[in-house]
Structures are given as structure tokens and as C-alpha cells.
């Protein structure tokens, strides 16, 4: 029987991102999967080269807008790698905090994402309406629901007070006691059960060669977790359970990533308990000595990685970075064979895809081998004089 | 008896197997090694932390341009991804080629694309080195991570 | 026979076309509010008291957007169903005693005449996405014929073990000859039909053919417009009918105390559209493999069982 093919993206429901499989299909059976990437590159990479030291934090954190928390973080410690400096020890804590705070949400977010994906949408409901309590947490601490603008240079801006950490502990209280009573929900409810069962299995082997980072491979049993493997701002002084499932599908993806909350819920708890006084800020000079330094950080999809090389002028030389969901796709091709079409959003979800953090680098319109920018009036005389020659070139 | 840190029984090693091959190499930091190597000992490199220090997984590959060459970092994580060995290799720009790392870590596919899509160096022996990023019609030649490449109004 | 002008105003007004088109969208105001509370939020709010005018507002709007027929669609076709789509549910209405008495006089057999015209509907829907020529509009035409065929049996086979225990083919009779409702009779029965029902309305759990996240809109890709208005008024009416049908069959029509028939059948009507709504709150979409092996694993079975136990209450009531 001869096989067809059908795009998924850039604009598809299921996607809510500019990305785009191409599948080829069976029947309603997956064959072979190609993705192609770059609908939205921003060219960040290239324009962390064109802007300052202080300039790149804003920038970074623009990266994603869920995860934008690791990716300050793992360049504000890059760059203080360069310097050669610890920050204070109060600053790391206030660190781990604003990033588990922001793991919950990312967590609670996908969640609510995968129901919706299932058709359940009052799961989505519920748990959206959870997650606003994080967001009110963050807003609480910075001013910002999302993106907090924590992470600075040498240690973070916004201290928390005593009542903040009432406050905080509240909601780790509540926000328990929800995410426990989602667990019991994903883990009774039988369609959510025979949806996400035995479907887009990946096995631990392939998981390990195909490099899947974060919660993907902690659901093929693959220990790996940066915060451990490799403890940057304090981590290795706070206990907590590195969660892993020998499943291998995307329940095992659910459960990991609903136990992971509960994990960051006990770090807040203890990073609470421990904040050691002291200041939150080390005054560094603006610009570091040349060197390069990498980092990784557990960002919420998983191992994120900036490499910064500084050649001692204002701007950095090179910023590379490489993001979780980029190292995941492999694997999600993979996981994607041999299933249906039905299981295509549920198996795509289940890496918590982040493609505005996988794409980067692309910027101004460059067609026909010229080099401009256009303004919006031009861009709309050309796209009228486009539809008056019939839509074609 | 004096006991070695990980890190500096990983260099022994190295030097021991690679010994003059191995052009530099230092320890930035707990858990972070620095090699550089010629462009022909990447293959043989990466085959014996595979098969020495069970080599699985690598993070990505940076490629920067320094003028005359391409500098590319092989970031790779061994012992269960906690210590990462960073392999360091220049490739000349002018003719931007080195052996494909893919039938060791088929993990490095997207990675070795992504490099070749910005910043041109060709990798050899990769089984489809098409576009991944840039858009189709963007043309051909022109790498956007150059540095030689201006965006335009900056 | 009664006077040409009160037939005419039945079939036109009540309880005729106008009359179940307000109905169509007042369950699906009622659908839309049950649906928000239970998830949590507020429903259609602005529009007229509570929002009650929001699914008319979407009607009206829907019908002075843009008509776009694609190019490589089968023109006649592709505008020609939106049309048909709606007639079915209507004329099917017909035969329901509404008031008491159906417009269209009631014969033995019309039980049969409205199976086939539930089947027509399903057709319809898969020439609708058939003739798109989309992708996602074929995939959605053939799950909806797949759904169809793990369906419509289980279902028939409910309708048929009613119709035994009555030993009538007439919807009339049967909801007239109700002295216990079959919902008590025939609790089994009425779960498979109901759940029937809500795979043939393409509701969630088996909203399959129109799976949002999978398939697009599914066979109503390519709909825009006055176009898709009038399949979301068939949507509506088939809704209406369902319910009617139901309240019928296992409810006992009309028949109540003190008020008049009508009255109770919306009543037994709305309990129904909120019935079928809270199944669709508390599940997960299934995939059409499940839903088919579901559907051929147990609900035929069951199905047989209670057409067995409708046999055997048929000769003791004997």
C-alpha cells in the first residue's frame, strides 16, 4: 500500500509554535517523520554578539517565554564563571527558588496543555487555573507574572521579605495539595490511561544514544538530571528525589513531570527554611576578562547549555546556546513511528516542546539573494502588488 | 598515596593515548575539561571516550569564527553525564571540512546540520546534511554566524 | 384531517421549524453554560440576559462572513450539503411527539424511517469532508464513517429491544405506552444509547472525526461561513433531535403530571442535553481504534444482553 504524506505546522492546532512535521502515513500509521525547523529564528545567537554584557541577560531571557528563568540563570552564571567570582550565598538560594517556582509553572502549563491536547478539556481548566497561583507567587517576588528579570550579573535584584516567604509557603501548601489530587487524576482516569499508555514508547537505549535530556529521559529510566549531575548554584545542598519512570511512554512523561512538582514544591520549602542572610548582590565590573566558560542548567525541558566567550571588549565574542527541546527531537522523531495519527499531539506534548527556545537565528526578510528591512507600509504595498499578480512569483 | 581527581585521571589518560595529538588542554573548573586536538584525532578521540568512558551523550557542537579559521567545540558528557569534556578543533574557513561525528553519536545529527547551516563547515560522511534552520530560499553561501556577515542596520 | 392553515403553522412555527431552531440554539446556550460551570468558568456572559442570545449572535455572525469555496473542491457538492445537512434533523423532529402528537402522522414503522435518516446524516458528513479534498477533511470523512460503523449497531439494536418489549415501531406509540419509563426498564439500554448518541453527535469522548488537536476541524475544515453556520445548526438540531428521541424512547415522552406534554418533554429533553454534556466534561478523547474495539467489544455485546432481557420481560408481561 502505498504511503501520503500530511504537513503538521507551521500553523496547526496541536502546535501552538511555528514548527513543522512532515508525515508520511499508512493508513492512520506513522512511517516516517521529518521535521523542519526555523519558521521563527530571531537570530538571538548573533545579536547576543551585537549588544552588551548587561544587554544579553534581557535578551536571554527573552529566549522562551516559559522557561525564560534557566536561561538567565545559566548565563548570568556563565558570564560569573568568567569573572571567577561565587555569588553570595543568598543569592543562590533566592536563585533556586525563582527557578523551581518557574519548573512548577512550566510543569502545570504542560499539563494543562496535554489535556487539552487528549480533548479533556477540563483538565485543562483546572489546572490552569492552578498555575495562576505560581504566577501570583512570581509577581509577588518581582512585579512580573512570567518573566521575572531575577537573575542579574552577580547575583539576583529582588530579595524576599518574611512576609513574601509566608506567602510563598502558603502557596506551596495549596499547590500541593492540587498537584497531588492531579496525580490521582492522571493516574485513575481511564481515558487519559488508555491514551497515553504504551504509546511513544522510547527506550532507554535509544533515549541515551539519541541524547533526550530532561524529563523525557527520566522517563525512559535514564538518571540524569544537571541539578545533580552537575549542582550549580547550591544545589547539592538541598536534598530532593531525582524522579525517574521505567515506563518509557508518555505516561511516564505525566507522572515524572507531576512528581517533579512536588520535588520543586519540598525545594522551595527547604531553600525557605535554610536562606542564609546576607546580601543578594555582588558588584562585578562591566565587562569580564577574556575566556570562555560553559554551564549547564536544569532548565524544565530539560539540559540547557550556554557557552560564552569573552575576548575582554564590551560585547560577548560568541554565545552559544543549545536548548533543550533542539536535543529532544531526535527522539520525538523516533517516537513517533509506528503510531497514529490520533497520537501525534499527545507524543509531540509529551517532550514539552519549547520552539521559540529551539530557534534562534534567523532575522530580516532576505529573498532574492538582497539584503533589506522593510517597513511595514512597504511590506504591505508588496503583499497587495503579490495578490494583484495572483499570489505568484 | 595521593589520590587524582576525575578530571585529571581523564587527562592522563588522553595524554597517555593521544600524547603530542593532544595540542592543549586544562581543567576550567570542577567537571569542565578543555582539548584541543587537530582536526583528523576529533574521530579517533570521541571512538576512545566511547569506549573507555562510555561517551553517550554530547550536549552540542559550537562552531566560531575567528577570522582565518572556524574554531568547533565537541561539548560531550561522559560518567553519566556529569563531567564534560570539551574537544576543541579549528577548521580553516576557506575550506570548511571535517569528518562527521554521527555514526559515533547519532545524537550530534541535528547539531552537525545546525553548524553547517549558519556557519558553512561542511561535515563529511553526515547521511543528510540539508537545511534545518535557515529559511529555502535564503541563498546559498551565506552563513549568518560569520563574522563577516553584517546585519543590516547596526 | 385537521384544518391545511394549523397544519401549516405546525410544520412552520411550533412545534415546527421555527420552534426547534430556537430550541437548537437554546441547548446549545445550555450546553455551553453547563460545560463552563463545570469546568470553572463563566460561559457566554454579554449577550442578552446570561449570554442566552451568544449561540444566535455566533449564527448571525457566521452567516455575513466571507463565503469561500475552495478551488479544487466538487463545487455542487461542497455547497449543496451545508444545505442538505440541516433538512435531516428537522424532518426527523417531525415524527417526534412533541406536543403530544407528532406534525407529520405517525405510522407504524417511522422508527425505521428516522434510523435511516441518522444514517443519511452520517453520509452526509462523510461527503462533506469527502468532497474537500483536504487532507485533514479526508481523514476526519473516514473516522467518521469508521465511528459509524462501531456505532449506529449498538444503538439500533437499543432501539430495537424497546421496540420489542412494546411490540410497536411507531416512536408515538411507544412513548404513549410507557405505564414505567424504559429508562427504569431498560437502565442498560438506555446507557448504550446514550453513549451511541453522543458518538453520533461527535461529542467528546468520540469527537474523533473533528478531533481538534490531531485533525484540524476534521471533515469541517474547509466549512467557513454560512457554510459552517448551517453545519453547526445541524449540529444543534441533530442535538435536539437526540435528546427528542431519547425522551421518546426511555423517557416516556410527554406524559407527566399537571403540566401539559410539552412542557415535560423540554424538561426530560434539557435533562438529557445535560446528561450528554456532563459525559463530555469528565472524559479524554479516545482514539478510533479504542473507540471501535470499545464500541464491538462491549457495547454490542451488551447491547444483545439487553435485547435478550427485553425478550424475556416482553413474554412475562405476556
Same mark, same amino acid.
Given at each position: 500500500m502505498?504511503?501520503?504524506?500530511i ?11 511555528a ?5 508520511e502515513?499508512?493508513g492512520e500509521?506513522?512511517v ?16 547576543? /554578539? ?6 544579553g ?5 527573552r529566549?522562551?517565554?516559559?522557561c ?7 548565563y ?12 553570595p ?18 510543569h502545570l ?10 480533548g ?12 495562576e ?11 512580573n507574572?512570567?518573566?521575572p ?5 552577580g547575583?539576583?535584584? *529582588?530579595?524576599?521579605?518574611?512576609k513574601? /516567604? ?8 495549596y499547590?500541593?495539595?492540587?498537584t497531588?489530587? *492531579? ?7 481511564p ?12 527506550n532507554?537505549s ?9 524529563p523525557v ?9 544537571v541539578?545533580?549531575?552537575d ?13 525517574t ?6 505516561f511516564?512523561?505525566v507522572l515524572?513531570?507531576?512528581d517533579?512538582?512536588?520535588e520543586s514544591?519540598?525545594i ?16 562585578l ?8 566558560s ?8 530539560? /539540559?540547557?547549555?550556554?557557552y ?7 560585547n560577548?565574542?560568541?554565545v ?9 527531537i ?17 507524543i509531540?506534548a509529551?517532550?514539552?516542546p ?21 517597513s ?6 508588496y503583499?497587495?502588488?503579490? *495578490? ?6 | 598515596?595521593?589520590t587524582?581527581?576525575r ?14 595529538? @593532544? ?11 578543555? &582539548? ?9 578521540? &570521541? #571512538?576512545?571516550?566511547k ?6 551523550h554530547?550536549?552540542?557542537?559550537t ?5 582565518e579559521?572556524?574554531?568547533? @567545540?565537541?561539548?560531550?558528557?561522559i560518567y553519566?553525564?556529569t563531567?564534560?569534556?570539551?574537544v576543541?578543533?579549528?577548521?580553516? #574557513? ?5 569528518e562527521?561525528? &554521527?555514526?559515533?553519536l547519532?545524537g550530534?545529527?541535528l ?10 563547515v561542511?561535515?563529511?560522511g553526515?547521511p543528510?546534511?540539508?537545511?534545518l ?6 541563498p ?6 560569520? #563574522?563577516d556577515? #553584517?546585519?543590516e542596520?547596526? | 384531517?385537521a ?11 411550533? $412545534?415546527?421549524?421555527i ?7 437554546i441547548f =446549545? ?16 456572559l454579554?449577550?442578552?440576559?446570561r ?13 455575513t462572513?466571507?463565503?469561500?469555496? $475552495?478551488r479544487?473542491?466538487d463545487?455542487?457538492?461542497?455547497n ?10 428537522v ?11 407528532p406534525?407529520?402522522?405517525?405510522? =407504524? ?13 452520517t ?13 485533514f ?5 473516514a ?13 439500533f ?14 416512536i ?13 426498564l ?6 448504550i ?9 461527535e461529542?467528546v ?14 471533515w469541517?475544515? =474547509?466549512?467557513?461561513g454560512?457554510?459552517?453556520a ?8 441533530m442535538l ?8 421518546a ?5 410527554g406524559?407527566g ?7 415535560w ?8 442535553v445535560?446528561l450528554s454534556?456532563?459525559l ?7 482514539r ?7 464500541a464491538?467489544?462491549y ?13 424475556f420481560?416482553?413474554?412475562l408481561?405476556?
Amino acid at each position: 500500500m502505498s504511503t501520503y504524506k500530511i504537513p503538521v505546522g507551521p500553523q496547526h492546532p496541536a502546535i501552538k509554535e511555528a514548527f513543522q512535521f512532515n508525515f508520511e502515513l499508512d493508513g492512520e500509521i506513522i512511517v516516517n517523520v521529518k521535521p523542519r525547523l526555523g519558521f521563527v529564528h530571531r537570530g538571538i545567537e548573533k545579536g547576543m /554578539e551585537l549588544r552588551s554584557w548587561v544587554q544579553g541577560i534581557y535578551l536571554s531571557e527573552r529566549i522562551c517565554g516559559i522557561c525564560n528563568v534557566p536561561h538567565t540563570t545559566c548565563y548570568c552564571i556563565a558570564v560569573e564563571k568568567l569573572h571567577d567570582v561565587d555569588v553570595p550565598k543568598r543569592a543562590q538560594y533566592l536563585r533556586i527558588i525563582i527557578n523551581e517556582l518557574n519548573r512548577i509553572h512550566s510543569h502545570l502549563l504542560w499539563l494543562g496543555v496535554l489535556g487539552m491536547e487528549l480533548g479533556f478539556l477540563t483538565f485543562y481548566m483546572y489546572v490552569w487555573r492552578d498555575r495562576e497561583r505560581v504566577m501570583d507567587l512570581v509577581e509577588l517576588i518581582s512585579g512580573n507574572r512570567v518573566t521575572p528579570s531575577m537573575n542579574f550579573i552577580g547575583g539576583v535584584v *529582588y530579595d524576599i521579605t518574611p512576609k513574601m /516567604e509566608m506567602a510563598i509557603k502558603k502557596g506551596m501548601d495549596y499547590l500541593e495539595e492540587r498537584t497531588k489530587y *492531579y496525580k490521582s487524576v492522571v493516574l485513575n482516569e481511564p481515558t487519559i490511561k488508555v491514551r497515553t499508555e504504551n504509546i511513544g514508547v522510547l527506550n532507554k537505549s535509544a533515549a541515551t544514544d539519541l541524547c533526550a535530556v530532561g524529563p523525557v529521559a527520566r522517563a525512559s529510566d535514564l538518571k540524569t538530571d544537571v541539578r545533580f549531575d552537575d549542582p550549580y548554584s547550591s544545589y547539592d545542598e538541598i536534598p530532593f528525589n531525582l524522579v525517574t519512570y521505567s515506563y518509557c511512554d508518555v505516561f511516564a512523561r505525566v507522572l515524572v513531570r507531576v512528581d517533579e512538582v512536588l520535588e520543586s514544591i519540598n525545594i522551595i520549602r527547604e531553600c525557605l527554611d535554610k536562606l542564609p542572610s546576607g546580601p543578594i548582590m555582588k558588584k562585578l565590573k562591566r565587562t569580564p576578562p577574556p575566556g570562555e566558560s560553559t554551564v549547564r542548567v536544569e532548565a524544565p525541558r530539560g /539540559e540547557l547549555m550556554y557557552y560564552v566567550k569573552s575576548d575582554g571588549k564590551e560585547n560577548p565574542y560568541r554565545v552559544k546556546i543549545r536548548t533543550p527541546t533542539l536535543a529532544n527531537i531526535p527522539a520525538v522523531c523516533e517516537m513517533l513511528k509506528g503510531y497514529h495519527i490520533a497520537d501525534i499531539p499527545a507524543i509531540i506534548a509529551s517532550i514539552d516542546p519549547c520552539y521559540c527556545c529551539t530557534e534562534r537565528i534567523l532575522f530580516i526578510d532576505k529573498a532574492r539573494n538582497k539584503r533589506w528591512i522593510w517597513s511595514h507600509s512597504q511590506l504591505r504595498k508588496y503583499s497587495l502588488e503579490w *495578490y494583484e499578480n495572483g499570489g505568484r512569483r | 598515596m595521593t589520590t587524582i581527581s576525575r578530571e585529571e585521571f581523564i587527562l592522563k589518560e588522553l595524554k597517555l593515548a593521544f600524547n603530542d595529538k @593532544i595540542l592543549e588542554s586544562r581543567i576550567a573548573a570542577p567537571r569542565y575539561i578543555y &582539548v584541543t586536538v587537530n582536526k583528523e584525532t576529533v574521530i579517533p578521540l &570521541v #571512538k576512545f571516550l566511547k569506549e573507555n568512558f562510555g561517551l553517550r551523550h554530547i550536549v552540542t557542537i559550537t562552531g566560531t569564527d575567528f577570522g582565518e579559521y572556524i574554531e568547533l @567545540i565537541y561539548h560531550l558528557a561522559i560518567y553519566g553525564r556529569t563531567l564534560m569534556v570539551n574537544v576543541k578543533t579549528k577548521v580553516p #574557513k576557506d575550506d570548511p571540512e571535517i569528518e562527521s561525528i &554521527v555514526k559515533l553519536l547519532p545524537g550530534a545529527t541535528l547539531y552537525e546540520r545546525e553548524v553547517h547551516d549558519l556557519l558553512g563547515v561542511v561535515f563529511t560522511g553526515h547521511p543528510n546534511l540539508e537545511r534545518l534552520i535557515l529559511p529555502d530560499d535564503w541563498p546559498e553561501g551565506v552563513y549568518p554566524l560569520r #563574522k563577516d556577515w #553584517k546585519m543590516e542596520g547596526t | 384531517m385537521a384544518d391545511p392553515i394549523i397544519s401549516l403553522i405546525q410544520i412552520l412555527i411550533f $412545534p415546527g421549524l421555527i420552534f426547534l431552531f430556537i430550541l437548537g440554539l437554546i441547548f =446549545e446556550w445550555i450546553d455551553r453554560k453547563v460545560f463552563a460551570r463545570f469546568q470553572n468558568r463563566i460561559g457566554p456572559l454579554y449577550t442578552g440576559p446570561r449570554g442566552f442570545l451568544q449561540p444566535l449572535a455566533d449564527f448571525i455572525k457566521l452567516l455575513t462572513k466571507e463565503d469561500v469555496t $475552495p478551488r479544487y473542491v466538487d463545487k455542487f457538492l461542497f455547497n449543496l450539503l451545508p444545505g442538505i445537512a440541516p433538512v435531516l434533523p428537522v424532518f426527523a423532529s417531525f415524527y417526534l411527539p412533541l406536543n403530544g402528537y407528532p406534525i407529520l402522522h405517525p405510522f =407504524e414503522g417511522d422508527l425505521i424511517l428516522i434510523i435511516t435518516l441518522m444514517t443519511i446524516y452520517t453520509i452526509i458528513v462523510f461527503m462533506a469532508g469527502w468532497v474537500s479534498t483536504n487532507r485533514f477533511s479526508s481523514i476526519g470523512a473516514a473516522r467518521a464513517i469508521l465511528q459509524f460503523l462501531g456505532f449506529e449497531i449498538p444503538m439500533f439494536i437499543s432501539l430495537a429491544s424497546v421496540a420489542i418489549d412494546s411490540a410497536s415501531l411507531s416512536i408515538t406509540y411507544i412513548a404513549d405506552h410507557q405505564p414505567i419509563p424504559y429508562i427504569l426498564l431498560q437502565p442498560l439500554g438506555f446507557i448504550i444509547f446514550l453513549i451511541a448518541l453522543q458518538a453520533e453527535l461527535e461529542r467528546v469522548p468520540f469527537d474523533i472525526p473533528e478531533a481538534e488537536s490531531e485533525i484540524v476541524a476534521g471533515w469541517l475544515t =474547509e466549512y467557513s461561513g454560512p457554510k459552517l453556520a448551517f453545519f453547526r445548526l445541524s449540529n444543534n438540531l441533530m442535538l435536539v433531535f437526540g435528546a427528542g428521541l431519547t425522551t421518546a424512547i426511555f423517557l416516556g415522552g410527554g406524559s407527566g403530571p399537571i403540566l401539559p406534554p410539552i412542557i415535560w418533554y423540554l424538561i426530560k429533553m434539557v435533562f438529557v442535553v445535560i446528561l450528554s454534556t456532563i459525559l463530555r466534561t469528565v472524559f479524554a478523547r479516545l482514539r478510533i481504534d479504542q473507540v471501535l474495539s470499545g464500541a464491538w467489544r462491549y457495547l454490542i455485546p451488551l447491547a444483545i444482553l439487553q435485547l435478550i432481557l427485553a425478550k424475556f420481560l416482553a413474554v412475562l408481561v405476556m
